[in-house]
């Protein structure tokens, strides 16, 4: 028996049917379902005690995360839009499967009040707070500047950008030395696609803030990094994220990276997990691309 295998083949390479669902989507009603560790992640204590806050944690990335740090002996905290209920409550059971405690905070992250809301439940029910994993996110494919709505430039950037600096404000008095916080940015933070004028330039300040605020908070004994996922297939991509016509070669033409295929959630996994635990205990202030080998750069 070998562990050995071909990263292109790794995991589907089939073309995606075209799907489109409102956003922001559920992942159960997705075809295929994203992988995102459920049957396969397995943990080896490297979180035990821990208490997370997952943002985004019903779906994709932000699931894998959970179910990952769950497995690594961490109790979860997950936020998403009340109508991805159906999705988080997936993740709790395999939360709760695991021993662990799951706490679900359903609220709309472009609300300032309701960050702090979010992170003042998440420390009393989980009993305290060391772990920030910001991954909720909003990408609306739109052709022109011309027919982008302020409405969603703005929900864009409050989504995306400003809610890390309330979430953080909110968080920061209960967060321990040895905390980590961790942002999630993208491949559209170095090589922004014309279609996602609004969303590659809130990924660029992902990457601004990130870097800045772990000076900020070094001398604290925080660490804060960033993950810089390339074309994931998730609930984002075929709710408005990319057009219908690019789902079919995601990853592969659409777009095109150098492994081939689209990536699965459960690949950013054991990211996550590193960069939470003390075995990145000299990693601070950095971004991790995972793009199928797309420029980070
Ligand atoms: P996803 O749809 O599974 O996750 C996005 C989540 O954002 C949703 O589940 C939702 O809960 C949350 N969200 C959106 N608007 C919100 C709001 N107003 N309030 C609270 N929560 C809200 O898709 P994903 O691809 O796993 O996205 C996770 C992160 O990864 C995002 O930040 C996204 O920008 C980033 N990312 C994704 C890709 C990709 O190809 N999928 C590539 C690069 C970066
Ligand atoms: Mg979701």
Redesign the pocket.
């Known amino acids: 028996m070998t562990n050995l295998q071909n990263p292109k083949s790794h995991y589907t390479t089939e073309n995606f049917p075209k799907q489109y669902q409102e956003?922001?989507?559920l992942?159960t009603q997705m075809s295929p379902k994203?992988d995102c560790g459920e049957t396969s992640y397995v943990g080896s204590g490297r979180l035990k005690g821990r208490k997370a806050l997952v943002?985004?944690?019903?779906?994709?990335?932000?699931?894998?995360a959970a179910i990952a740090y769950a497995r690594e002996g961490a109790d979860v905290a997950l936020?998403?839009?009340p109508e991805?209920q159906p999705?988080a409550d997936e993740v709790k059971k395999l939360i709760e499967a695991e021993g662990q405690k799951a706490v679900l905070i359903p609220?709309?992250?472009?609300d300032e009040s309701f960050c702090k809301e979010l992170v003042e439940q998440a420390h009393s029910e989980l009993g305290g707070l060391d772990l920030l994993a910001l991954?909720?996110?909003?990408?609306q494919a739109v052709e022109s500047i011309l027919d982008l709505p302020t409405e969603q430039l703005e929900?864009t950037f409050?989504?995306?950008v400003y809610?890390l600096y309330w979430t953080v404000k909110a968080a920061l008095p209960h967060l321990p030395e040895g905390a980590s916080i961790i942002t999630?940015?993208?491949?559209?933070g170095f090589d922004p696609n014309p279609i996602l004028l609004d969303?590659a330039a809130t990924?660029f300040a992902i990457i601004g803030f990130t870097k800045a605020l772990s000076k900020q908070l070094a001398d604290k004994g925080i660490r804060v990094n960033s993950v810089?996922?390339?074309?994931?297939?998730?609930?984002?991509?075929i709710?408005g994220?990319q057009p219908q016509e690019n789902i079919p070669e995601f990853g592969k033409s659409t777009p095109a990276t150098p492994i081939g295929r689209?990536?699965q959630?459960i690949e950013l996994s054991a990211t996550y997990v590193f960069l939470a635990s003390t075995d990145s205990s000299y990693v601070t202030g950095q971004i991790y691309g995972i793009t199928g080998g797309m420029p980070t750069v």
């Open positions: 956003p922001p989507g992942q994203p943002t985004g944690g019903d779906s994709g990335i932000g699931r894998a936020n998403y839009l991805e999705d609220g709309d992250l472009s991954v909720a996110g909003k990408q929900k409050q989504i995306n809610s999630t940015s993208s491949v559209e969303y990924k810089a996922p390339g074309p994931i297939w998730t609930p984002l991509q709710s994220g689209a990536g959630p």
